[in-house]
């Protein structure tokens, strides 16, 4: 275990302060219990960040970013914000993050919690014993690869993004996912579209070419829209899934579907020096405000910190624990709410959580 750890704190936007808000609570509650001192340092990140200074990522922030353990983030982007044009809008600030931070993996386990089997639509049989894993590549792919832009060709608009990958950053993220799959049940599915795209042909030799040193993991290829098909046929065959940017993006968001809500799923973006720990969903301005957002996925991401950069997995498993127990006692945020559980705010939700840790 840390004695300390330096958190920088990035609220961003919607019902990011407000969930932000109760990983901090769960946080200072795990403190008091191991005696393990957080610093929190808050920044600004997204339309907040937009809003103060212009920029979607300030230098300050990512300084500070450069400068702690770990970085905790809660969602960026809005309404307010949408008709800038995509290099000056929120969700820029957080794709520069990741790339200056050199992120390459972005970890978002998707695990069903038996109490939820009334939240999810697919009910008993599908979702019992759902427990996967998505690698999603998270500094490459078409968010980032150039040539892109939006200019006039033969008196119309045309708007262009290339998807490249480089052997390298294929080599590392599926090395990354054999290790993983190793501790799981070994079975990596790694999710392309190589009957149409080049750079699909060239991800799925790559992985091929890693598995040759990781034949105690079983490696199958799937072509991505037959994936989204099979999660919800199958989703319980599914061990490790590594895939690249775009697909990842998609598919952890069916996840959410799978596990009952998007409200559920944290993540752990991570690289060779620095670490961000966000949930999987984003600002959800339709619900922001209310103080009805489900914390859960912004808690486990805590967690996540905890177990990975912290190195203090037995607070991890407290918190995992004490979602469990709430979730059987039948506390529910709206998003995850079915007749006879009992509707509760983000700040009781919290509060139930923190009640099993301490
Ligand atoms: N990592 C990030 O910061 C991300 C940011 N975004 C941005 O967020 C904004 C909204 O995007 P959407 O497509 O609506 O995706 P979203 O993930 O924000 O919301 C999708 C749906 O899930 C619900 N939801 C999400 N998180 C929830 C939670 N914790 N508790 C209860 N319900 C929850 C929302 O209410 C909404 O109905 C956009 O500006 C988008 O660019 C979207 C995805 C990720
Ligand atoms: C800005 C987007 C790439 C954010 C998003 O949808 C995600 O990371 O899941
Ligand atoms: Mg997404």
């Known amino acids: 275990m840390k004695k300390s750890c330096k958190i920088t704190v990035l609220p ?3 019902i990011g302060p407000e969930i932000m808000e ?3 609570e769960v946080l200072k509650a795990i403190s008091k219990k191991y005696g393990i001192n957080f610093e929190f340092h808050e920044a600004l990140i997204g339309g907040a960040a937009i809003d103060a200074t212009g920029d979607p990522l300030p230098e300050e922030t990512l300084k500070l970013a450069k400068e702690s353990d770990a970085v905790l983030l809660a969602a960026v982007g809005g309404e307010k914000w949408d008709n800038l044009p995509t290099d000056r809008r929120p969700e820029k600030g957080l794709l520069k993050i990741r790339k200056e931070l050199d992120l390459f993996a972005n970890l978002r386990p998707g695990k069903a919690y038996t109490a939820l089997l009334d939240a999810s639509p697919l009910k008993e049989n599908l979702i019992k014993g ?7 590549e998270l500094t490459g792919g078409i968010y980032f690869g150039e040539p892109r832009g939006i200019e006039e060709r033969n008196g119309e608009k045309v708007g262009y993004n290339t998807m490249i990958y480089y052997e390298h950053e294929i080599k590392r993220i599926a090395k990354l996912a054999f290790d993983i799959a190793r501790n ?5 599915t790694s999710v392309d579209k190589a009957n149409v795209l080049e750079v699909s042909a060239v991800w799925r030799e790559i992985v091929t070419e890693v598995h040759a040193e990781y034949q105690d993991v079983e490696l199958e290829h799937m072509y991505v829209d037959n994936c989204a098909m099979q999660l919800v046929r199958r989703p319980k065959d599914f061990d490790v899934i590594v895939t690249g940017n775009l697909f990842g993006d998609i598919l952890s968001d069916e ?3 799978l596990t009952g809500s998007l409200g559920m799923l944290p993540s752990a973006s991570i690289g060779e020096r620095y670490a961000l720990y966000e949930p999987v969903h984003g600002s959800a301005p339709d619900i922001a405000g209310q103080g009805i957002a489900n914390p859960i996925a912004m808690i486990l991401s805590a967690a996540m910190m905890l177990e990975i950069t912290c190195k203090l997995p037995e607070a991890a498993r407290d918190i995992e624990n004490a979602i469990d127990k709430v979730l059987e006692e039948g506390y529910r945020t709206g998003d995850i709410w ?3 559980t009992k509707k509760v705010s983000t ?4 509060k139930a959580i923190i009640k099993y840790i301490i």
């Open 184 to 188: 799981r049940r070994k079975k990596v």
């Open 130 to 136: 759902v427990d996967l894993l998505v690698i999603r």
């Open 22 to 24: 109760s990983a901090i």
């Open 12 to 14: 961003g936007d919607g």
């Open 255 to 257: 996840a959410g579907a």
């Open 338 to 340: 079915a007749p006879g």
């Open 347 to 350: 700040k009781e939700m919290t």
